[in-house]
C-alpha cells in the first residue's frame, strides 16, 4: 500500500452575498412613510402641530417608551416577554422620587440609583426565567404583581409631593433640550443606534437571534443561553430605570400611583409595529424607535384633531393589526419564493 | 420558553418508593390534589387567625360563601383563558376585560337605555361577546397571527370603543339598579337552613358555565379535538381534524363567556361601566393566573376544568382573609403580593414537576 498524500481540503470558498440582513427592512421603510404620511395630513388639518411647541413634547413623550423598546425588542428577539416592565417603572421611579425628595440626592445619584433599581428588577425576572425554565410570559405577569405590591408600599400614601426639579435635564422644559431637540429623545436614540449596532455587528448581539431561532441549537452551537437571556432581562430592567427617570422628569411635581400603569402594553404594542416577531429571532430596535414615534404621533395627533383621546387606543390596535399582518403576508410570499 | 439540556433519561422506575415520596409525586404531579391541600391550608390558618382574634372582622363559613361572589366572574374567564390557552400554539386572550367592558355597554344600552326584555339583552350581550371572540379566532386561527399579538390589538380596540361609545360615563337606569338584586345571596331550598346562603350568581351563571364546559371538552367530540390540536396541531392536521375551525371556535366560545361575565359584572356594580373589565391590572391577567394556577400549561393541550375551579377557590379564599387581615386599603395590596407570589410559585413547580415527573395532569 502506497502512503497516500493526503490533498489538504481546497479553501472554502469565502461566502459572497449577504450573511446579515440588509440594514434597513421593507417595514421600516414603510413605517418612516407612514409616519411621513400622518405628520403631513397633521400638518394640513391643525397648522399648530409642525411647530417646536407640538413636536418637542411629541419627542420626549416617545422616549420612554422606545427606550424599554430597545430592552423589550431583545427579549422578544430570544423569544421571550416581558409584560412586568410597567410595574417595574412604577417601583424605579417611586425609589427615585422618593430620594429626590428626602435625601435631596444629585441628578447622577438619582439616575444611578433607579438604574439600579430596575436592573435589579430585572435581573430577578432574568433568574426565573432563565433558570427557573418557566414561561416568560407567566413569570412577568407574577413579578408584575409583585412589583406592584413593592411600589405601593414604597408609595405609601396616595402621591410623592414636592419633587424637586433636579431631573430637569430629562425634562420638557428649556433645561431638557439642545438644540431645540429634548435630551430623553436624543438620548434614546443613542442607545437605540448602539444596541442596534451591537445586535448587528457582534458576536454576542447575534446570539440573541440564534437564541430565539432555536435555543437547543444555540447551546449546541456553543452559545450560553441562560446567561444570555438573563442579560437580556437585566438590559431591560437598566433600561426601565433610566425611562422611570424620563417619566418623573416629564411629569409635575408630584408622582400618583399610576405611574408606568399599562406602559408594559405600549411597549410590546411600539415592538411589534416595529417589525420584531413575537415568535423570536427577528426584530430590530429600529423599527421599534418608529413603532414607539408612530404611537406616539397618533395619540398627540388624536388629541390635536379634538377627538376623544381614548381613540388613539382604537389606532394603536389597528396599527398593530396592519402592521403584524403586513409582516405575516411578506412571510407567507417568501416562503412561496424560496420553496 | 424552556432552554434546558435534555435530562438523562432514568433507566427504571426505583422499585419501591417511601411513603412521603409517594405523597410529593402526587401532590405535583395531581393539580387537584395540590390546590386541595392549599385550599384545606389557606382556610384552617384563617380560621385559626380569627379564633385568635387577629381579623377585623369574623372569617366563618358565612363570609366564605359571601366571599364566592368574587369567584364567579373570576372562575368564569378562568374557563374562558382554559379553552384559548388549551387550543395551543401560544393560545391566550388578552382582550376578554375588554370584551366585558364592551359587552356590559351592549347589554347597557339594550337593557337600560332601549328597554329591552332582560332575556333578550343577555342573549344580545353573549352572542355580540362571541363576535369579538369571533374576531380574535378569526385573526388567530385564519390569518395566522401570534394570538399574543392579535388580542393585545383587539383589547385595545375594543377597551376605546367601550370608552367613546357612551361618552366615557356609565349606564345605571333603574332597571339596571334594580339587577343589582341579582347578586344578592339566597337560601338554598331544603338543606338552606343548615349552610351558609349563597350568591345567586353561583346558580344563574357560574355553575351552568362550569358544567357546559365541563361537558364541551370531556363529553364531546369537538373537546378531544381540541386537545388535539393543543398538543400538536400538525399530528392533528394529518388525523383529519380541521384544526382552524376548532381554535377558531376556542376563542368564540371565550368571547361568549366574556359576554356572560358582561352581564354578571353589570349587577354586581348596579351599573354598566365602561371600564368594567380593564381599570386597574383588569379582569385579563387574573384570569390567565387562575388558569395557569389551575395547572392549565401554556403550551396547549393540557387543563382541566375542575382545576380551574378550584383554584379560583383558593385565590377567592385567600383574598378574602387578606382583607380581614390588614386594616384598610393595605388589604388590597397584599392580595397584589399572594396574586405573584401564587402564580410564580405554581409556575416554577409546573417547571420542576415537568423536568421531575414528566408533566402533571
Not at chain 2, 381579623?55 to 373570576?74: C, E, G, Q, R, W
Amino acid at each position: 500500500m502506497s502512503t497516500q498524500t493526503l490533498q489538504p481540503p481546497a479553501a472554502p470558498v469565502t461566502p459572497r452575498g449577504r450573511v446579515l440582513p440588509s440594514p434597513v427592512t421593507g417595514q421600516e421603510l414603510i413605517l418612516v412613510g407612514v409616519i411621513a404620511v400622518l405628520w403631513v395630513a397633521l400638518a394640513l388639518t391643525t397648522p399648530a402641530f409642525l411647530t417646536a411647541g407640538s413636536l418637542q413634547p411629541l419627542l420626549v413623550a416617545t422616549a420612554p417608551i422606545a427606550l424599554v423598546g430597545v430592552g423589550m425588542t431583545i427579549v422578544i428577539i430570544t423569544g421571550g416577554i416581558d409584560v412586568s416592565v410597567g410595574a417595574a417603572m412604577m417601583v424605579s421611579s417611586v425609589i427615585t422620587a422618593k430620594a429626590l425628595v428626602e435625601q435631596e440626592v444629585a441628578l447622577p445619584v438619582a439616575v444611578l440609583l433607579a438604574v439600579a433599581a430596575g436592573g435589579l428588577l430585572g435581573l430577578l425576572n432574568g433568574l426565573l426565567i432563565a433558570y427557573g425554565r418557566v414561561h416568560a410570559i407567566i413569570i412577568t405577569f407574577g413579578t408584575a404583581n409583585l412589583f406592584l405590591f413593592l411600589g405601593l408600599q414604597i408609595f405609601g400614601s396616595r402621591t410623592v409631593n414636592g419633587i424637586p426639579a433636579t431631573l430637569a435635564f430629562f425634562g420638557r422644559g428649556q433645561e431638557g433640550r439642545t438644540l431645540g431637540l429634548p435630551h430623553a429623545f436624543l438620548i434614546t436614540v443613542a442607545i437605540t443606534a448602539a444596541a442596534w449596532w451591537y445586535l448587528r455587528h457582534t458576536a454576542g448581539g447575534r446570539h440573541f437571534f440564534a437564541i430565539g431561532g432555536d435555543p437547543h441549537a444555540a447551546r449546541l452551537a456553543g452559545v450560553r443561553v441562560q446567561r444570555r437571556v438573563l442579560l437580556a432581562y437585566v438590559v431591560t430592567g437598566l433600561l426601565v430605570g433610566l425611562a422611570a427617570c424620563f417619566l418623573i422628569a416629564q411629569g409635575t411635581s408630584t408622582l400618583d400611583q399610576s405611574v408606568g400603569s399599562g406602559k408594559e402594553l405600549a411597549v410590546i404594542a411600539a415592538v411589534v409595529i416595529g417589525g420584531t416577531s413575537i415568535m423570536g429571532g427577528r426584530g430590530s430596535v429600529l423599527g421599534t424607535l418608529l413603532g414607539a414615534l408612530l404611537v406616539q404621533t397618533v395619540t398627540s395627533g388624536v388629541t390635536q384633531l379634538g377627538w376623544k383621546s381614548q381613540l388613539s387606543d382604537l389606532f394603536v390596535g389597528v396599527f398593530i393589526i396592519v402592521a403584524v399582518g403586513a409582516d405575516l403576508l411578506r412571510a407567507r410570499a417568501r416562503a412561496r419564493r424560496t420553496s | 420558553m424552556t432552554i434546558a439540556p435534555p435530562a438523562p433519561q432514568p433507566v427504571a422506575e426505583p422499585a419501591r418508593e417511601s411513603a412521603a415520596g409517594r405523597v410529593l409525586r402526587v401532590l405535583l404531579t395531581q393539580r387537584i390534589a395540590l390546590l386541595a391541600v392549599l385550599i384545606v391550608a389557606v382556610v384552617v390558618t384563617f380560621f385559626v387567625q380569627d379564633a385568635g382574634g387577629y381579623l377585623t372582622a369574623p372569617y366563618d363559613f358565612d363570609y366564605m360563601s359571601a366571599s364566592l361572589i368574587n369567584a364567579v366572574p373570576l372562575a368564569m374567564l378562568g374557563l374562558a383563558e382554559l379553552l384559548v390557552i388549551m387550543s395551543g400554539r401560544g393560545g391566550i386572550d388578552l382582550s376578554v376585560g375588554a370584551i366585558v367592558s364592551l359587552a356590559g355597554m351592549v347589554f347597557g344600552f339594550g337593557y337600560g337605555e332601549w328597554g329591552w326584555p332582560l332575556w333578550l339583552a343577555i342573549v344580545v350581550t353573549a352572542v355580540f361577546g362571541a363576535l369579538c371572540g369571533a374576531v380574535n379566532g378569526f385573526l388567530v386561527s385564519y390569518i395566522g397571527f401570534p394570538a399574543l399579538i392579535a388580542t393585545l390589538a383587539t383589547f385595545y380596540a375594543y377597551k376605546s370603543i367601550a370608552i367613546v361609545a357612551n361618552d366615557q360615563q356609565p349606564i345605571s337606569t333603574p332597571p339596571i339598579q334594580d339587577l343589582y338584586s341579582l347578586s344578592g345571596s339566597v337560601e338554598l331550598p331544603l338543606i338552606g337552613q343548615y349552610i351558609p346562603d349563597v350568591p345567586l350568581g353561583i346558580f344563574t351563571f357560574l355553575l351552568p358555565t362550569v358544567v357546559v364546559v365541563w361537558v364541551l371538552l370531556t363529553r364531546t367530540a369537538y373537546g378531544r379535538r381540541l386537545y388535539a390540536i393543543g398538543t400538536n396541531d400538525v399530528a392533528a392536521r394529518w388525523a383529519g381534524i380541521e384544526v382552524r375551525d376548532t381554535r377558531f371556535k376556542a376563542y368564540v366560545y371565550a368571547g361568549l363567556i366574556s359576554g356572560l361575565v358582561a352581564v354578571v359584572t353589570v349587577g354586581q356594580f348596579a351599573s354598566a361601566r365602561p371600564d368594567a373589565g380593564v381599570s386597574g391590572s383588569g379582569m385579563a391577567l387574573p384570569a390567565i393566573t387562575i388558569a395557569v394556577l389551575g395547572g392549565v400549561a401554556i403550551t396547549g393541550g393540557v387543563g382541566r376544568v375542575a382545576g380551574v375551579v378550584l383554584a379560583t377557590l383558593l385565590v377567592v379564599w385567600l383574598n378574602a382573609g387578606i382583607l380581614l387581615a390588614f386594616v384598610g386599603n393595605e388589604g388590597a395590596q397584599y392580595q397584589l403580593l399572594a396574586l405573584g407570589t401564587v402564580l410564580v410559585f405554581a409556575a416554577l413547580l409546573n417547571g420542576l414537576t415537568n423536568r421531575r415527573y414528566g408533566g402533571s395532569r
